[in-house]
């Protein structure tokens, strides 16, 4: 029997790739597309989204259940919903599991749109009059004359006078102050000028201004170059023209920077959104996208899903990270969608990097990209010069040698600042008993043939598994021999920490990784209190990227041999890209800087390449070696991903599926190849057993016909309901 009223086909966030039949609570239409509803689903209720109408054919005495809006009109519609439902055919996800991602946490549970005007303070006529009389040097006086010129938004406020929220209460009280809601354009500081752009940025600027439609451009500037500055240029223009501007970072330590640097720059309010926010200052932002009133947006991954109504110009600072790859979840890219939505959008999309990405490159190579390039560095700043320091046979103090301790002697009584770098955080990798060789493994994590070492943190305190997160305290005696001769063996940020604060005990030593920086707002904290005194930094990758530290004049590298010799195929460029990252802290301003690379095989081709040929003759070296192997970007890779807590299921999963792939061989071109199954490198995590099974094509189109035609088997496998499994189309790793 055919229902005679439009039903609506709603995405719900299931890991099923279907739409589910509902009701509507009235007359519905093709405007009603991309609106959520709240709907019944077994015993509970589920927000989802509208994606289509259809009839639905019910068998006798079965009635559908009905659908209660949560918005009086669409909030995915036109291009964003378009290009999500790309994302969700390309990464081969659930269409329900792809909008739930692009919506803000609070949107997803139902909540209403936000409110995005800004609460913001001014003086009243009676507060004007009486700002003369008020005592001087009182809060409410200073708070007075602070609000005279123009009304103030709180986070003004509370950045600029402590204590604001008594006196404003006090002069409330006696009519002098009201609170007003305003919206975020009108509180736009005055631009600040920068300085002139040398020639190659000028030549960049032109080019992306110039740009008609959508045009992807490659900014390959060396470090300290000053693509921060064509960045602002660029955007500034896209504002002149009434457009927005949409802005991705690869970490959120390096929003704060932007933003100052923004906000000072533009003239307009500059809205942040990454994952450090809460749910409503997130759903805020998105919101004011949406209604367009955001006009210049600098976010993390997830905010290459913000609405862009007036869209002008979308910009992917350091392009080549890999965190801008979702590795849960729907594993999209950011890099590759932000150009998927400028094309959609028609805008110039800009990518920017000292160390392009491969892929990135390839395509600049192959003119589909227009690459821009900037070689120097920008005003008087010069490159560092490079020292490697061969550490064999030599001494070392937390995996300092002497040399290094003189170089950082010599730094400091300078007046200058040292960046040491060591991309392994804890205070030594591995706790050991000296007497019988035991050593501490994570049980979660741990298989008989392939063990994996508890890090040492807090000092030799406790133990902590970098991949499972489970955490215990060091044992008293071995478990094995009972000896006491327990002894941490190699080094972390922590224990380098620990030597230079007692080597350099007379100015600050810093240590900046993820263990100090889970709070908010505390890696701006830390470079506040560092300043530009003499002093230490002590991090991992987290300082690799995009910090401006201008009396940083040298950066010691103390631990690069593990990346040496990866097993990884992106292990090198992954190297390569972090060397010359970290190593352009150095000398960004007036000052001369120097790099130092402790290493055990000065003699390795990768370090040879990039100290005497630099980063593109690395490049050119490992893109000639990829397309050899048959490795992206010359093909195209999707991971079918499986665990369980049972060793045997993932295996069992993956040969069936590669069953029905092979089954399927007359509707997939010949040259998909599939490889495994096996175990993954790391075959156990957090309890769990993995194993992985690569296919591999030499154009897209292949593999994604391949796997078009076996996915819908795959779901139907008896033991795909034993597993938890995800596919990975693109993976920038294999693990």
Request: hydrophobic share 40%; net charge neutral; glycine share 8%.
């Amino acid at each position: 029997m055919s229902d005679p009223e439009p039903v609506l086909k709603i995405a719900l966030p299931l890991p099923l790739p279907r739409l589910f039949d509902y009701r509507a609570p009235q007359a519905a239409d093709a405007d009603d597309i991309g609106r959520r509803v709240r709907v019944p689903f077994g015993n509970r209720e589920l927000v989802g989204v509208v994606a289509a109408l259809g009839a639905a054919e019910l068998g006798p005495g079965t009635e559908l259940k009905r659908a209660t809006w949560l918005d009086d009109r669409a909030l995915l519609h036109g291009e964003l919903l378009s290009s999500l439902r790309w994302l969700a055919g390309y990464t081969h996800a659930p269409l329900g599991e792809v909008l739930a991602t692009a919506l803000p946490a609070a949107l997803r549970r139902g909540e209403p749109l936000p409110d995005t005007h800004v609460r913001a303070w001014r003086l009243t006529e009676a507060g004007e009059t009486a700002l003369p009389g008020l005592r001087q040097g009182s809060r409410p006086r200073r708070l007075a004359k602070w609000l005279h010129a123009q009304p103030r938004d709180e986070d003004a406020l509370d950045a600029d006078i402590e204590g604001w929220r008594s006196a404003a209460r006090t002069l409330a009280q006696r009519g002098l102050v009201e609170c007003i809601a305003l919206p975020a354009s009108q509180l736009a500081p005055q631009p600040q000028p920068g300085p002139e752009p040398n020639a190659e940025q000028a030549a960049a600027i032109a080019a992306i201004t110039c740009s008609d439609g959508f045009a992807p451009l490659l900014l390959d500037g060396v470090t300290g170059s000053g693509k921060t500055e064509v960045y602002l240029h660029a955007i500034a223009h896209c504002l002149a023209r009434g457009r927005q501007a949409l802005v991705l970072v690869p970490e959120i330590g390096l929003t704060p920077q932007m933003l100052a640097r923004f906000r000072a720059r533009l003239g307009v309010p500059v809205h942040a959104l990454h994952s450090g926010l809460n749910d409503g200052e997130r759903a805020r932002t998105w919101a004011a996208a949406w209604r367009g009133e955001a006009r210049v947006i600098v976010g993390t991954r997830s905010a290459v899903f913000t609405p862009l109504p007036d869209a002008g110009l979308i910009v992917v600072d350091e392009e080549h990270d890999a965190s801008y790859k979702q590795q849960d979840g729907i594993r999209y890219h950011a890099r590759d969608f932000a150009l998927v939505r400028g094309k959609a959008l028609a805008v110039p999309v800009l990518l920017g990097s000292a160390t392009p990405s491969l892929e990135s490159l390839h395509n600049a190579r192959q003119d589909r990209y227009t690459h821009l390039r900037l070689h120097r560095r920008a005003g008087d700043a010069k490159p560092p010069s490079v020292r490697v320091v061969d550490v064999r046979k030599r001494p070392l103090d937390a995996g300092l040698s002497p040399e290094l301790h003189g170089a950082i002697h010599a730094a400091l009584a300078a007046g200058g600042q040292v960046l040491v770098f060591k991309n392994r955080r804890g205070y030594a990798p591995v706790l050991l008993c000296h007497d019988c060789g035991w050593s501490a493994h994570c049980k979660r994590c741990s298989t008989p043939e392939q063990p994996m070492p508890m890090t040492v943190h807090a000092g030799g305190r406790r133990l902590q598994c970098h991949h499972c997160g489970a955490r215990q305290a060091v044992p008293m005696a071995c478990p094995d021999c009972a000896s006491l001769a327990l002894q941490p063996q190699g080094v972390g940020t922590e224990r380098i920490e620990e030597e230079l604060a007692r080597a350099f005990g007379d100015v600050p030593v810093l240590r900046i990784d993820r263990g100090s920086t889970r709070r908010k707002d505390a890696l701006e904290q830390l470079f506040e209190k560092f300043g530009t005194q003499p002093g230490i930094l002590v991090g991992t990758q987290m300082l690799a990227k995009g910090h401006d530290l201008r009396n940083l004049t040298l950066v010691a590298v103390v631990g690069i041999d593990e990346g040496l010799f990866s097993a990884d195929f992106r292990a090198g460029e992954k190297l390569a890209q972090l060397l010359i990252q970290v190593s352009g802290r150095a000398g960004r301003a007036d000052k001369a800087g120097a790099v130092w690379l402790q290493t055990h095989h000065p003699e390795h081709p990768l370090l040879q390449t990039l100290i005497n040929g630099g980063y593109h003759a690395f490049a050119e070296t490992e893109l000639a070696q990829r397309e050899a192997a048959g490795f992206p970007p010359f093909a195209h890779l999707a991971l079918l991903r499986a665990e369980a807590k049972q060793a045997d299921a993932p295996m069992a999963f993956l040969h069936a599926a590669k069953k029905a792939f092979h089954a399927l061989e007359d509707e997939t071109p010949a040259q998909v190849q599939l490889h495994g199954p096996l175990p993954a490198p790391m075959p156990r995590r957090a309890g769990m057993y993995r194993a992985q099974l690569l296919l591999s094509a030499p154009n897209r189109r292949a593999l994604h016909i391949a796997l078009d035609a076996g996915l819908a088997d795959v779901y139907a496998l008896p033991e795909a309901r034993k597993v938890r499994w995800s596919l990975d189309v693109d993976p920038v790793d294999l693990y």
